[in-house]
């Protein structure tokens, strides 16, 4: 099988891409969706080709982990609180202080088995085959994401470099020896030697790929960002604190990692500390890596766009100490957040929680709306704190420990919440406030936006993550691209797990009309063509027809020539008639779509979800 990803470290420019940002957008605007693009672009998916969900290494030892070995009973809300804030939630992550916490093999079992597992099975209707669901979520349940752990000191374990298998539950020996110190030199972290566990995370872009083409770069790096959060609260569970680096040579940890002929991309490493004293790391050599990976699909397809991306994301060797993001520089609309709402009344326990979590396929719009104090909870956690070296407050030789800098902003299309009018609200992170910025039912502009799909309408509220990706280049040039996307699949895994927790549901959207979203909130100029005349001509066509006799009635009664309301990025609406459209253009010069500074990254949705009849018993 070929395998193009090994060609970038090959290439004599790796790594001299990273502040040529000319690049990042690039991409970014050509893969955006649109009405248009969707219908020319169709793509056939060759199913007799579809790339293997599970890696395995054939000729290496593989050791089976106990399944259901049991989890604390911290609370879903109170890990995240903990994770932000380094405070202990109730339960037995209180054995940290008493050293009380043993990490061997049942610990690896219980960490693993409540972040990274197959949950479910699901059938396919007519044909008997069957596909897994995961704790953790991934675009089109193809899970481009690998686990990698280089353990110390464990109970009755060697030291060494693993590798989880999820189909199995099992983890397979890649290589014996000093792994963390091994680690700890590669990422330029001297302190992380002393770590017990790293967890090294990998993305096989190819697996997206086959599916959703060029833009599976998009996926890939939210997806990390969904599994990277679905560890950090597991071992906050089991009493461990970890931090996430990102910022670190490609080409370096590819190759210590023996993956520089592989497909797999080393992208995010997270440190875990215990307060045990393990003693010095050992100084042994280590073993030369065991087991030949399985081919996932007869042939690899090239994406020249996906891989360019990813090239010029890539680090130079050494790539020193990461730009130090400021929290309240980055953007007086995305502000860090410091103040909390009032610690929630509800709750319930994480290790049930993380194995309840599904991907709505729809929502029930006949439920009773979401309470305010449900919708405040699920936005004020989803956004707190967490360490990463380049939020600019992980703890180490070359950063202070501070709060960190977020580059993603949320803007909320509210349709069913108790005391919120419906509309558009954006949070206001520092405050942990919603600032209105519509009045009106949006149910059917978010389904539009949202590619047409009728649950972002029918949900309580769903979202559009906006990110600063001018400013975040600016610091870190293309690499940020990854960042941002890290940063709202944490968010998006803590919705769907607050969702859980709250009893609601919820599902990450990767698809949606780029430059409609940003000329509905501000960002672009609406042009002769609205979004709200997109809207109702895409209902005609029965495109967007969402299940609610309200909504039906706001299409037919409706005038096809009314233009709907403007929102500037201030929050001011203005009435879209082409007399206005005009003055605006008169007014203020138009922003080229290929280089906004804030463009949206990722769309969610939360409500009840209605029953999904392909789930096994």
């Known amino acids: 099988m070929t395998r193009f990803l090994s060609s970038i470290w090959g290439d004599p420019e790796c790594g001299r891409f990273n502040q040529d940002t000319e690049r990042l957008f690039a991409y ?190 998009r996926y890939c790096c939210h997806d990390l960002g969904h599994a990277m959060m679905s560890v950090l609260l597991a071992a906050r569970a089991v009493g461990l604190h970890g931090s996430a680096v990102a910022h670190f040579s490609d080409l370096r940890l590819a190759r210590v990692m023996g993956l520089d002929e592989s497909d797999e991309a080393p992208m995010m490493f997270l440190v875990f500390f215990s307060r045990k004293n393990a003693g010095e790391p050992a100084d042994a050599a280590l073993d030369p890596a065991a087991g030949i990976p399985n081919e996932l699909s007869a042939h690899e397809v090239r994406y020249e766009l996906l891989l360019r991306i990813h090239a010029s994301t890539v680090l130079q060797d050494p790539p020193g100490p990461p730009p130090h993001a400021v929290a309240d520089q980055v953007d007086q609309k995305l502000p860090g957040g410091g103040a909390t709402l009032p610690d929630p009344q509800r709750d319930a326990p994480l290790g049930a929680t993380v194995w309840k979590r599904r991907s709505a396929l729809d929502f029930d719009a006949r439920t009773p709306p979401m309470s305010r104090e449900e919708f405040q909870q699920l936005l004020d956690f989803a956004t707190r704190d967490w360490r990463a070296d380049w939020r600019g407050n992980f703890r180490s030789e070359f950063t202070r420990h501070e709060r960190g800098a977020d580059f993603v902003t949320l803007y909320l299309y509210v349709h069913r ?51 600063a990706l001018g400013e975040a280049a600016r610091v870190f040039g293309n690499r940020a691209y990854r960042y941002v996307y890290f940063e709202a699949g944490a968010i998006g895994q803590r919705f769907y797990l607050g969702a859980e927790a709250l009893g609601w549901n919820a599902t990450g959207i990767g698809a949606f009309y780029d430059d409609d979203v940003h000329r509905y909130l501000g960002f672009l100029e609406e042009g002769a063509d609205s979004v709200g005349a997109s809207v109702r001509e895409a209902e005609k066509a029965a495109l967007v027809m969402l299940g609610s006799p309200a909504s039906r ?65």
């Open 28 to 217: 970014h605007h050509a893969t955006k969706h649109t009405y248009h693009s969707v219908r020319a672009n169709a793509r056939h998916l060759d199913w007799h080709n579809q790339p293997d969900s599970f890696r395995s290494y054939e000729g290496a030892t593989t050791l089976e982990l106990s399944r259901e070995p049991g989890f604390p009973n911290a609370g879903t809300f109170a890990v995240m609180a903990a994770l932000a804030e380094a405070a202990r939630p109730p339960g037995e992550i209180e054995s940290e202080n008493r050293e009380e916490l043993e990490l061997d093999r049942i610990f690896l079992s219980r960490l693993l088995w409540h972040s990274m597992s197959v949950s479910a099975w699901k059938k396919v209707s007519g044909s008997g085959a069957r596909y897994s669901l995961r704790v953790n979520p991934s675009s089109g349940n193809l899970h481009p994401t690998e686990t990698y752990l280089a353990l110390r000191s464990f109970e009755d374990m060697e030291d060494g470099l693993y590798h989880y298998r999820a189909d199995r539950h099992a983890i397979e020996i890649r290589s014996r020896g000093a792994w963390t110190r091994q680690l700890a030199s590669a990422l330029e972290i001297p302190r992380a030697s002393e770590s017990q566990l790293i967890v090294g995370l990998t993305s096989i872009f190819w697996r997206e790929a086959w599916k959703y083409g060029e833009r599976a770069y």
């Open 417 to 467: 919440v108790r005391d919120f009018e419906p509309g558009v609200y954006r949070w206001d992170r520092a405050n942990r406030k919603l600032e209105q910025l519509h009045r009106g039912d949006v149910q059917r502009v978010a389904a539009f936006l949202s590619l047409e799909q009728a649950l972002a309408g029918n949900s309580c509220f769903s979202v559009s993550m906006i990110a």
């Open 553 to 617: 009635a706001a299409a037919q009664i409706q005038d096809s020539t009314e233009l709907a309301p403007v929102i500037s990025e201030s929050g001011e609406e203005h009435p879209a008639n082409p007399e206005r459209l005009e003055e605006k253009k008169a007014a203020a010069p138009r922003e080229d779509p290929r280089k906004l500074s804030h463009q949206v990254i990722y769309h969610f949705a939360l409500g009840r979800a209605v029953p999904d009849p392909r789930l096994e018993a």
